[in-house]
């Protein structure tokens, strides 16, 4: 069974400032999918990016980039010029690119890192 | 609006008794998801469903049970035998399995058992 592991529940950043997340991964398959997800004080879950396991080009969104190693399966997450909006609690995720047809399809998160912005 | 809704936002459920929680969506997804998420912890898998009338199992779908008689609808019954239910249920869905795996979430439903 895959595993992704946030080592840091929480992290501090001054506003404007760039900070990172870390996130690490286990698996034994070759394709799959990562994903950052950001949950505010809402508890909503939002989409910060994603990276396709083939893609060696690191995804990036606005503010927001990835650092992916697929050999060391790490999956860091860089927030630059961080605003108070950013204040939540940032997941890393995992999907599989294989459908077991009978198993657990769909994402394996980690257990989230909470990020605070000093103003 | 296209989206997925999640209703009610809060429930309170007397211990034995059997609730469901609705989830919905308009963006003409073929995947449907349901998580639980506990104090703490990320989201765990608890069933999902790749089209109508299937759907298979996640990592803790003991105590709970799911239908999906529409591809629009994916309710999630906790029953009795849920030993905790109480925590944040949220619902996802994706396009179709294999082709975008990207998942959008629903606002999520807390349940607390009295």
């Known amino acids: 069974a895959q595993t992704v592991t946030q080592s840091q529940p929480e992290m501090s950043v001054q506003e404007a400032e760039t900070v990172t997340l870390s996130c690490t991964y286990d698996t034994s398959e070759s394709d799959y999918y990562l994903f950052w997800y950001k949950q505010p004080p809402s508890r909503q879950m939002i989409l910060v990016i994603r990276?396709?396991?083939?893609?060696?080009q690191n995804a990036t969104e606005n503010r927001f980039s990835v650092n992916f190693q697929k050999a060391a399966k790490s999956f860091s997450l860089k927030i630059s010029d961080s605003q108070l909006g950013d204040a939540a609690m940032y997941f890393c995720?995992?999907?599989?690119?294989?459908?077991?047809?009978?198993?657990?399809?769909?994402?394996?998160f980690g257990k989230g890192t909470h990020l605070i912005i000093q103003p | 609006d296209g989206g997925i809704t999640q209703s009610p936002k809060y429930l309170f459920r007397k211990e034995g008794q059997n609730v469901t929680l609705s989830c919905e969506q308009n963006l003409n997804h073929d995947a449907m998801y349901w998580y639980r998420q506990d104090p703490g912890q990320g989201l765990r898998l608890i069933y999902y469903s790749q089209i109508v009338n299937d759907f298979q199992k996640g990592d803790i779908a003991e105590g709970y049970s799911v239908s999906r008689e529409k591809k629009e609808s994916f309710p999630l019954t906790v029953t009795s035998a849920q030993k905790n239910p109480t925590a944040f249920y949220l619902c996802?869905?994706?396009?179709?399995?294999?082709?975008?795996?990207?998942?959008?979430f629903g606002p999520g439903t807390r349940l607390t058992v009295l």
């Open positions: 996802a869905s994706s396009i179709a399995e294999g082709i975008t795996d990207t998942q959008y």
């Open positions: 990276q396709e396991a083939y893609k060696q």
């Open positions: 995720a995992y999907r599989s690119g294989i459908y077991s047809g009978g198993g657990a399809d769909g994402l394996t």
